[in-house]
């Protein structure tokens, strides 16, 4: 009771702005969360807001746009502003965001470097195409989907062949040959994809050979051997699936892969659309933890912190074949676009995001898997850096999927003022991808907040 009082003495002398809503979930002892946990302290209030209601979007949505368009939560935020690592709602209200956009905003929502960068060159020019010099023109594309499209394609003329290898629960995209790549049924129609073929999932979690990643890449040996006429395009991959649920490849996969490739004449593509700019903190790019050196790298998401950018990096010898015939795209190298770009690598070095990434998801990551040890629904912790995710089952020797539990969870944790994705082919994953300015305090706060939700299920 002592303590009980104790704390209500704090939240009352904690600012409105400061705390939690009071329709959160009870806490187990019969506090209510918002009493137990203070949102970390932030100088900032968004302007009013006087744009339509949640209610009324959600009803033109319905009438105007897509049927495919969902939502993570049952009633659907309308989120009216962005700093940092915050969101705020159309009533003021603020959220801490350890989802960034779906891994997208690399530096913060709204940095005023980057929309500084952005406003200057809107100011001066804003589209030329790349058919006109102008200094901040660089070929780029307009998303991750499109890198990959681009990257297959520079693969498969290069070679000669057409061919193309994938890892099964991997996502690159959801156009004709991206799609293709992509290995979850969730994200593919009946329609023809050709010249893809999935290899066995180097899955440390669920898979056959735990993580032996050697084990694994035979798969990709038969593939050759048994479905292809002995050459193959290129082989793609994610270093860390991030629509697949936070699924680092079992180590000592990529290289044994990379040789084999390499001995059948093909090309290595490293998609780094999620795990790429910094996030991992150890290294830029994901591929680099393995020890390997792709031969083409995608990137897009937190390439412009929001800003639709994506690139394709490869050699001079590899992207000559370009030349054969014409190829164009019309906003790729938007000089716009591509000083957000740069922006975010200065930002990134100026404010040691990486570095912070490193430092700040170790410690989420060391704190995630102490509360492992409280909660049984947690049956996994795993990624690294600021690209973590948290595995729910309802049975730890059957690795069940809790799949209409993690719903309930993310609805709590979001009345609670934290927001957080999902993932994974079965959708039992929470995807943590915040802002690389994401702090220990708002680790901290989120911990606490997922650790009351879990209570709760």
Not at 119 to 128: A, E, F, G
């Amino acid at each position: 009771m002592q303590r009980v009082l104790v704390l209500r003495r704090l939240y009352s002398s904690v600012p409105p702005s400061r705390r939690l809503s009071q329709s959160a979930a009870v806490a187990a002892d019969g506090i209510d969360a918002a009493v137990l946990h203070i949102m970390p302290p932030f100088d900032y209030t968004p302007p009013p807001y006087h744009g339509p209601r949640a209610a009324e979007i959600v009803r033109k949505r319905s009438e105007f746009l897509s049927p495919s368009i969902s939502y993570l939560y049952k009633n659907p935020l309308n989120i009216v502003d962005g700093k940092m690592q915050y969101l705020f709602d159309e009533d003021g209200r603020r959220y801490l965001d350890a989802f960034g956009g779906i891994a997208t905003v690399s530096c913060g929502h709204c940095h005023p470097d980057i929309v500084e960068a952005i406003i200057n060159q809107t100011k001066r020019l804003q589209h030329p195409t790349v058919l006109y010099l102008n200094h901040a023109v660089v070929f780029f594309t307009n998303s991750g989907t499109e890198a990959n499209e681009l990257a297959m394609m520079i693969a498969r003329v290069y070679t000669g062949c057409h061919d193309i290898i994938s890892v099964r629960n991997a996502y690159h995209g959801n156009a004709a040959g991206s799609m293709g790549a992509t290995a979850q049924s969730n994200w593919k129609f009946n329609v023809i994809q050709t010249g893809m073929h999935h290899a066995l999932n180097p899955d440390q979690y669920r898979g056959i050979f735990g993580s032996d990643g050697e084990k694994y890449a035979k798969d990709v040996e038969e593939i050759i051997d048994f479905g292809t006429s002995g050459r193959v395009a290129g082989f793609i991959s994610e270093a860390i699936q991030g629509v697949g649920g936070i699924m680092e490849l079992a180590p000592g996969y990529l290289p044994a892969v990379y040789r084999t490739i390499k001995k059948v004449g093909g090309l290595f593509i490293a998609d780094e659309v999620q795990a790429g700019f910094a996030r991992t903190g150890s290294h830029f790019w994901g591929f680099e933890a393995h020890g390997v050196v792709p031969d083409i790298v995608t990137s897009a998401k937190g390439t412009g912190n929001g800003i639709p950018i994506g690139a394709v990096v490869t050699t001079p010898e590899i992207a000559q074949v370009l030349t054969q015939r014409s190829y164009f795209n019309t906003f790729g190298g938007n000089p716009v676009c591509t000083a957000a770009g740069h922006a975010v690598l200065k930002v990134i070095e100026k404010e040691k995001l990486q570095e912070n990434a490193l430092v700040v998801g170790s410690y989420l990551k060391d704190q995630l898997k102490a509360l492992q040890d409280k909660h049984d629904i947690i049956g996994d912790v795993r990624g690294r850096g600021l690209m973590l995710g948290v595995e729910l089952v309802t049975d730890r020797q059957q690795k069940t999927p809790a799949k209409t539990e993690i719903l309930h969870a993310m609805d709590m944790m979001k009345d609670m003022g934290v927001l957080v994705g999902k993932g994974g082919f079965y959708g039992n994953v929470f995807r943590i991808t915040p802002p690389l300015c994401f702090s220990k305090e708002d680790a901290d706060f989120f911990v606490d907040v997922m650790d009351i939700a879990l209570s709760k299920i």
